[in-house]
Every structure is written in C-alpha cells, then in structure tokens.
C-alpha cells in the first residue's frame, strides 16, 4: 500500500477528531491540562511580570485558580481512559513496570525514613501522583490506536493553539518573557509539540520542526534548541537508515549532499548582495546572547556551574538517601540540572538507579524502533535528547510541570497494542461443526 502524504495524513487526523474523537477523556484531560497551566501566562497584563518576578503574586493570582484545575482534569481524563488498557497493561507486567514498583517503595521508604528535608507532606503527595500518573500513563498506550491518536492529535492542537495565541497577545520582548510564560518553559512547550507531533504520525515534518524551533529561537532557549536540533536529525537519520545498505541510495544520497554544499555557499553569496551580512551576523550573536556576560559561555552557561558546585560540595551529605522527593525544586538545593536532581533528592545510589533506568529505556525504544515501530523510535529520540536538555535544565520528572507529564508519558510507551476486539475475536474463531440430525451446530471448544 502506498504510504499516506503527510498533509493527508493531517487532515484524516483533524477529521477523525471532528468526527466524534473529541469525545476523548484522555484527549479532553491533556486539553485541559495545557490551557489551564498556559492561561495564566497568556492573560497576564504588561505590569504583572515585574510583580511575579519579585515575589509579590504567582502565577496562580494571575490565573485566579486555573492552575488548580490542571492536574485533577488530567488524572480524571485518564483515569477515565484507562478503562481501555488497565488490564492488559498489568497482565503484560513490563519489566519496567517492575522496576517503578519496587523503585518507588525504596523511595518512599527511604524518604521517609532518612532523608534529610521533608518540608511537608506535600512532597509525599507529589511523589505518589507523579507514580500514579506513570501508571496510568503505561494503560494509556494499552488502549486502542484510534483512540490513542484522537487524545495526541487533542494534546498537539492545544499546544499549538496555546503557544500561537500567547504569541500574539503577548508578543516576544527583549526580556524574552512571553506574558509570564519563562522563556524556558515556553521553548519546552514547543518541543513537546514537536515531539508528539512526530509521535502521532510516526514521522518527520520539516513545516512543523521550523515552526517549532522559530518558537524556540524567538526566546533564545539554546539547550531546548540544541535538543530540537538533535531530535529533529536523529528521527531522520533513523528513519532513513536503510540508505547506507543500499547502493542506489547511497548515490542519490551522496548527489543532494553535493547539490547541498555547493548551494548553501552560493545562496549565501547570492544573499549577501540583497542583505547585509554583518547586521545579519550580529542579530543572530545577540538573540542567542553568545558573548552576554550574564549568559554566556564563561559565565558558566547562566551561572550554571555555581548551582553545580552545590551539588559537588554537599555530595558527601546525601550519598545515600538524598534530601527528598522534590527537595531540590523547594530551593533548598537549586542544582539547575534534571540529572543532577536526580542524585539531589533520591540520593547517588537510588538516584543512579533511576538515571541508569531511564538511560536504559530510551535505548530499549530506540533499539525496538529500528527494528518495527516508528512511534517507539520518536519517543526513543525524545527521551534520549530530553536528557541533554535536563543535563542544564531544572528537573521535568514532576506532575506539576507541563513537560514533566509528557517526559513520563513517552518513556512509558511500550509498543502497540496487537489484540482483537471481543466482537472480531468472536468472528476470527474457527468453527467447528457436527451434524445432529440433519443440523448443523458449532462445537464449543473442549467438547
């Protein structure tokens, strides 16, 4: 059968959701979930962020309580979803699956016995809905494929609409906030768009990758940029392995490698007579902010290394519990770095446990990716450049952070779901017959 064109495939998308996929708990949790943490940062006046900045309101003042709504509509949409996928998740007992049990009982034993900063039991409370949430992000991935694109194409389109609309309410400022969203996190927000865009139809999309990164630029977020980049490259080098076997395309590939470099430096020339280079060159140096002393290079990627020497100097005090779920968000310890929080909160033995997991598993979906599934390859790529970004951002393994959720829900795909229906299982079983008087009957199996 002659693959579908990306366009096309769009568009049966859109059409499956109008055509009664809305109808979707999962798809109407992700919906919910997006624009409640985003309205915030959306509606927000001009004045705001000096006010939000300096500690006089959070971002739950300006939403007048959106925020609150956010996780509930999330774990309800898919706790509804799960309807689909609970059982068979549970009967397919994935390796992984095990782990994260047994992972977080030593956790929540070890915190609660040794670790040395529990603020509150709302760190414990945390912890449990970020493992409820993977649970029930592992039956997400059991239920039927329809159903499973109907709630993505939900969650893209959401992000889509949220980060386009704060664009032109909010427009890009110098201080490059855009309304109260951090330039960080909206960067984010457009790579997880970019992400499940690709997961969703198993391929790259050039339109959508440029449009992602002009969003990621437009705020000058360097590491979300670099792990878009890479992302982006690898889907298509993966996706494309095939041409170093074959000869034919070796020679194909090897002519728009050439027609490439001769291009770009006569593009450039040729554009060189229509725009000025240096002011070309010199917007570029000063959006990514490379010789800011305040951003750049020897300041320690935005004085990174003097949140990193927190964690080398106290590496002494937590080597085995750590200082507890979340400690490290609480500012008790602000190590800037998803990886190193991993080792702050649980501690370098547990903490090194979890790391080498998650290292593991996008491997694993790498690997599996290669061999027969496409989905598995996008969130394979999106785990492994997901740690590149935590490597110089703060820690994503959280409910109560956009990218957190969608970081646990690709590290939890597990492949897809080969199983019929009751009604076609029904059909596809053979039958058997005897003749009882001239009638035929079926024969129940044993009989």
């Known amino acids: ?26 798809g109407i949790g992700f919906t919910v979930y997006i624009f409640a943490i985003l309205y915030p940062g959306i509606c927000a006046t001009s004045g705001m962020l000096n006010e939000l900045r300096s500690g006089v309101i959070t971002m739950a003042n300006v939403g007048e309580g959106s925020l609150f709504i956010a996780v509930p509509s999330l774990l309800l949409g898919m706790l509804i ?37 529990l603020i509150s039991g709302s760190q414990m409370i945390q912890y449990a809905i970020t493992i409820g ?12 494929t329809r159903y499973i694109d109907d709630a993505l194409t939900m969650a893209v389109i959401a992000l889509f609409i949220s980060l386009i609309s704060a664009a032109l309410i909010q427009g890009f400022h110098e201080y490059r906030w855009v309304g109260l969203i951090h330039p960080n996190h909206y960067a984010r927000y457009a790579y997880v768009a970019l992400v499940l865009h690709a997961m ?41 392995y095939n041409a170093i076997t074959s000869r034919v395309r070796q020679i194909a590939g090897a002519r728009i490698a050439a027609a490439f470099l001769i291009a770009i430096p006569l593009g450039g020339l040729f554009a060189s007579f229509f725009f000025d280079s ?14 800011d002393p305040d951003r750049g290079v020897s300041s320690g990627f935005t004085g990174r290394t003097d949140s990193w020497s927190t964690f080398f100097n106290s590496m002494d005090q937590f080597v085995f519990f ?25 501690g370098l033995i547990l903490g090194g446990i979890l790391l080498t997991a998650v290292i593991a598993r996008s491997v694993y979906l790498v690997w599996f990716g290669l061999k ?37 829900l690709i590290l939890s795909y597990i492949g897809p779901t080969k199983y019929l229906p009751p009604q076609r299982l029904r059909r596809a079983r053979p039958q058997m017959s005897r003749r ?11 009989t």
């Open 1 to 26: 059968m002659k693959p579908i064109s990306a366009p096309l495939q769009n568009l049966v998308l859109l059409r499956n959701v109008v055509y009664g996929g809305f109808l979707n708990s999962a």
């Open 81 to 117: 979803f799960a309807r689909h996928g609970v059982f068979k998740a549970i009967y397919r007992a994935q390796p992984f699956l095990v782990f994260l049990f047994i992972f977080s009982s030593m956790v929540l034993f070890v915190s609660l016995v040794g670790a040395d900063f």
């Open 133 to 144: 949430v993977f649970l029930l992000s592992l039956c997400f991935w059991q239920a039927p």
């Open 200 to 240: 969703l139809t198993r391929r790259t999309n050039l339109f959508v990758f440029v449009l992602c990164f002009a969003a990621a630029y437009m705020v000058s977020a360097r590491t979300v940029m670099i792990g878009m980049l890479l992302f982006y490259l690898g889907m298509v080098c993966c996706l494309n």
């Open 278 to 291: 240096d002011r070309v060159i010199d917007k570029l140096i000063r959006d990514l902010a490379i010789f």
């Open 322 to 346: 750590g200082y507890g779920f979340r400690s490290s968000r609480y500012g008790l310890h602000a190590v800037h770095s998803g990886v190193l929080s991993y080792f702050m909160d649980f």
């Open 372 to 408: 027969d599934d496409k989905r598995a390859l996008a969130a394979g790529m999106a785990a492994c450049t997901t740690l590149v970004i935590q490597c110089f951002e703060p820690d994503n393994f959280n409910i109560g952070f956009i990218g957190a959720f969608f970081f646990m």
């Open 436 to 446: 009882i008087g001239g009638e035929s009957t079926p024969l129940q199996p044993g």
